[in-house]
């Protein structure tokens, strides 16, 4: 088959494939240009209210595709700078579902996402410096974040890979399954996300995020709708709720 994105809408959470197995699922130019409007129209559907991206077979991303890398390898890296920050734009929870090689620009994409699940095995490698590649700014600094700055060094500087453990260590990762573990927890937990409220999340995306000038826009959010009373109400009738926020209204 060819190199393509994959995805499909179950019961609210939306799963999107880098499909490349050839190549270890290693993202041509076309899948780089595919992944921000695919991930526009998903946002845009209010069926989803969290999405999942991972690589088919056994591995995540093996990175770019050596092939994008030979006309203007500026042209390349820009494509994934798109392509991460759709990611990282995306307003509902995100979750990185991680097998095998998570390399480079799959590293990249996994770093976007609000949180990363790993399967036992699963190496990582921020792999430029073996490209003789500037990492872009805002990836490096999203990295930065998530494993503080001398871990992002050892990454950046000597592109090695490490294993789960050291990434769980490190926060690259949140949790680390054992071996045909990883479908069964993240079916669970992103059952979890879509049953919480939209509101908080969306609020807590952006706060965490960075964002510092929206206090107000979601107080007037909170006041405007019954996602609050229901939550205390469900509490209280020992129920679970039903919370009816939505980033559209």
Not at 147 to 152: F, L, Q, S, Y
Not at 177 to 192: M, S
Request: aromatic share 6%; proline share 5%.
């Amino acid at each position: 088959m060819e190199p393509e994105l994959l995805h499909g809408v179950t019961d609210a959470v939306a799963t999107v494939v880098l499909h490349h197995p050839a190549k270890r699922n290693a993202m041509t130019a076309a899948m780089w240009a595919g992944l921000p409007p695919l991930l526009d129209a998903l946002a845009a559907d209010p069926a989803v209210r969290a999405l999942v991206l991972t690589g088919a077979g056994g591995t995540f991303c093996a990175g770019a595709d050596i092939s994008t890398l030979q006309g203007s390898p500026e042209e390349a890296q820009a494509l994934a700078a798109r392509a991460e920050e759709a990611v990282a734009a995306f307003p509902k929870p995100t979750l990185a579902a991680v097998r095998g090689h998570c390399v480079g620009g799959g590293a990249q994409l996994a770093a976007a996402c609000d949180l990363r699940f790993a399967e036992e095995g699963a190496l990582f490698g921020v792999t430029p410096a073996r490209l003789g590649l500037v990492y872009p700014s805002t990836a490096t600094r999203r990295l930065v974040s998530l494993v503080g700055p001398a871990t992002a060094k050892y990454l950046l500087f000597s592109g090695e890979l490490i294993d789960t453990e050291r990434a769980l260590r490190t926060g690259l990762v949140d949790e680390v399954l054992p071996a045909d573990g990883l479908d069964e927890r993240v079916a669970e937990f992103t059952r979890v996300l879509v049953s919480r409220s939209q509101l908080t999340q969306a609020a807590a995306k952006e706060f965490a995020d960075g964002r510092v000038d929206r206090d107000a826009h979601w107080n007037a959010q909170a006041r405007g709708n019954g996602d609050t009373t229901e939550g205390v109400t469900a509490f209280l009738e020992r129920r679970e709720p039903r919370f009816t926020w939505t980033a559209s209204g």
